[in-house]
């Protein structure tokens, strides 16, 4: 099924690294990302393009990508991002006071695509 060149999708990192510390069990991680998406939701709810996103709940698009450099790379990506104006929100769990994900306002996936190339699916 070919993907419509003007999907409106949200892009999620994720510390992969994440795995390894005792306190992040699948179910920590995933509600890491969680956390990650609604609050970037909620911070661009009047965003018309988070308006389109949210208004058809059956055909929203994610895309959850690895980051496999840890603290040091979460915040580089945050960075980057604010450099090139991308609205996003980063994600720092408390109380232990780690970055663990960055979730990507909704955008139009050809317009932003090229920031995410280099990282890989979530697995």
């Known amino acids: 099924m070919a993907t419509p060149v003007n999907v409106i999708v949200q892009y999620i990192l994720l510390r992969r690294d994440l795995k390894k510390m005792k306190n992040y069990n699948d179910g920590a991680i995933i509600a890491q990302a969680c956390h990650a ?6 911070k661009t709810s009047n965003d018309e393009l988070t308006k389109s996103y949210l208004s058809d709940l059956d055909r929203m698009h994610k895309i959850i990508l690895s980051i496999e450099g840890g603290e040091t790379e979460i915040n580089e990506i945050s960075d980057i991002l604010k450099q090139n104006s991308i609205v996003h929100y980063l994600w720092i769990e408390q109380p232990e006071n780690i ?5 990507v306002k909704p955008h139009y996936k050809k317009d932003i695509e090229h920031f995410f190339s280099k990282y890989k699916l979530y697995r």
Do not use: E, G, R, Y
């Open 99 to 103: 970055p663990t994900a960055i979730a």
């Open 37 to 42: 998406s609604s609050a970037i939701l909620h």
